[in-house]
């Protein structure tokens, strides 16, 4: 059954499915066991970099492609329910509207750039991304009167994703059943399955060929195989999932703007955890967007903890600062390529191949 549900790609390391389980018991039962504010907002910003990274690698980890305007199509699907929601009201309707409007126009955008772009080389082929991204970015900037400039769209979700709606009047196990876990449970489901049909499109015959186009598009073309066809399609998917990203972001924050989805930042967090998780391998989306997620919200309390316990020390102190919490960041990525230079997955998976 398991292995039917993951399309017979099961973790193949002990350590692997151990950290995989704990990860999927921990983001299930989060409203349980971390019930506060931030807490809450981790375990959900974790969810939508999972279904984030994991669009993400289908395009550079099985296909080979490199892009950098896939926080174009993630902020193309929190845009495009923000205007609906706040131009249309609060309701299920407009948010449903907005979220077909938004594939519509990633499904179109994605065509375009990969019918007209995937034919140049590689280094090309990421200019010309970076290009209609940055373009993009000044669009949402500049439009103000549709996309709130700088200060971005706020709206109403629907009633009863909203904080002040109590499905049951009494808590259930300790917890207000609120319309912010109804929010996170809806975030859940929705990445769970799409996470699950990224897994089925990787394991069947298309993704064999993304595969093959990856390691020798040549050979792939000699067999018969339209590379700028399969390039065209997994870009699209990829975009596609990436714009569902960013609508469950949308309805998570209620509010969207340049800042939360369309900035350079975020598609640099994208590639650090791409390549921290391991690229070509879905799981390594849901074990680096885990780590970088938790690494980026707490390790700040941790550096404060470190400097609390060695204030009676000279200098120490210092180099744990909060403040410094980027450097200690940038260090144990660079420890982590160091040490794990195919991803935490692929050395998992590895030793588990080195086993007698």
């Known amino acids: 059954m398991i292995n039917r549900l993951l399309s017979h790609d099961m973790p193949r390391s002990r350590w692997l499915a151990l950290a995989l389980v704990l990860i999927a018991l921990a983001l299930t039962f989060a409203p349980l066991l971390f019930p506060g504010h931030k807490a809450l907002g981790v375990a959900a910003k974790a969810l939508v970099f999972i279904l984030l990274v994991a669009s993400y690698d289908l395009l550079l980890g099985y296909t080979g492609v490199v892009s950098f305007a896939h926080t174009m199509f993630f ?14 009201g609060a309701g299920a309707s407009s948010v449903l509207i907005g979220f077909g409007a938004a594939l519509l126009l990633s499904l179109l955008l994605s065509m375009a750039i990969g019918l007209f772009s995937l034919r140049v080389k590689a280094i090309f082929f990421a200019m010309i991304t970076l290009a209609v991204a940055s373009g993009f970015l000044t669009l949402a900037s500049q439009l103000s009167h549709i996309t709130g400039g700088e200060d971005g ?4 979700t629907p009633e009863w994703l909203s904080p002040s709606f109590e499905l049951f009047e009494q808590p259930l196990l300790g917890v207000t059943i609120d319309g912010r876990v109804l929010s996170y449970y809806l975030l859940l489901v929705v990445v769970a399955a799409s996470f699950l049909a990224l897994l089925r499109i990787v394991n069947s015959p298309f993704g064999r060929v ?10 792939a073309e000699a067999l018969g195989f339209r590379t700028v066809a399969y390039r065209t399609v997994s870009n699209v998917l990829s975009a596609l999932f990436a714009t569902l990203a960013g609508a469950l972001l949308a309805l998570w924050l209620r509010y969207t703007g340049p800042d939360t989805t369309l900035s350079f930042e975020i598609m640099l967090d994208v590639l650090l955890i791409v390549v921290i998780g391991g690229m070509g391998t879905m799981y390594g989306a849901v074990v680096g967007a885990a780590l970088f997620v938790l690494s980026q919200n707490y390790l700040q309390d941790l550096l404060k903890l470190g400097g609390s316990v060695l204030s009676g020390l000279p200098l120490l102190p ?4 909060p403040d410094r919490w980027l450097l200690w960041l940038g260090i144990l990525f660079v420890l982590s390529v160091y040490h794990f230079p195919s991803g935490i997955v692929g050395r998992l998976r590895m030793s588990r191949r080195s086993e007698p």
């Open 75 to 88: 902020g193309i699907g929190a845009y495009g329910v923000a205007i609906a929601s706040s131009r249309l």
């Open 153 to 156: 769209v706020s709206f109403r």
């Open 210 to 219: 993304l595969q093959a186009i990856r390691e020798n598009d040549f050979r």
């Open 318 to 321: 210092q180099f744990v600062s």
